[in-house]
């Protein structure tokens, strides 16, 4: 279980970490939607690693849920406004 958190925590790291490291070489919009992409695909194991700790994770997981769901609003958001903006 320890093992699974651990491995939940670093995706979700790694996945901001990656965000952040696309965030300051954008050059179109299409850099935004890979950056979406790493979001989306953290989503995906965060809902991996909570099914195998059976969704609990002492609201940690939910949290970092949230923050995720959040992150990827506000790329779309960025997306949009990129292409209208060209």
Known sequence: MKKTMLLTALSVCLSFAA??????????????????DHVQEAMREMDRARAANHYDMAGHGAKAEE??????????????AARSAR
């Open 19 to 36: 965000g952040v490291a696309v965030a300051e070489r954008v050059h179109d919009w299409q850099d935004l939607r890979k950056a979406h």
């Open 67 to 80: 923050h995720l769901r959040a992150a990827e609003h506000e790329l779309n958001e960025c997306i949009e």
